[in-house]
């Protein structure tokens, strides 16, 4: 792996869905928190297989595709969820080599197409 590569998967360390996972109980609850974290899973799959070099837009589809993924589990996303999804998208832009201020009137790219 390199630098890149490292820097991304790292992100999986410090994603907030088991501390969702204590306190979601309910079955569809617990259903909903996997299929974001594997969203999530997916998206750094995706910016790893690119490579530091891809496109801005190449990167940005990649962030659409998570992004919208998680708006079917918008029912169970509330402030607390909201603001965690919201700075870990920031922090993969930053880290996959784009600036969140760009994207959203300034919020990052979760703003861009976020239902939650």
């Known amino acids: 792996m390199n630098a890149y590569s490292d820097n991304l998967e790292a992100f999986k360390q410090r994603y907030p869905f088991e501390r969702w996972r204590a306190y979601w109980q309910q079955p569809d609850e617990q259903q909903q928190c996997n299929e974001i974290e594997q969203a999530f899973d997916q998206l750094l799959a995706e910016l790893v297989a ?3 070099d891809a496109t801005e837009a190449e990167k940005v589809a990649c962030f659409q595709t998570a992004i919208e993924a998680t708006n079917a589990s918008d029912g169970i996303i509330e402030t607390g969820e ?6 870990l998208t920031n922090q993969i832009s930053v880290a996959a080599g784009l600036d969140p201020a760009a994207y959203g009137d300034g919020e990052g790219l979760a703003s861009e197409w976020r239902d939650w």
């Open 82 to 87: 909201r603001e965690d999804l919201c700075e």
């Open 50 to 52: 690119l490579g530091p």
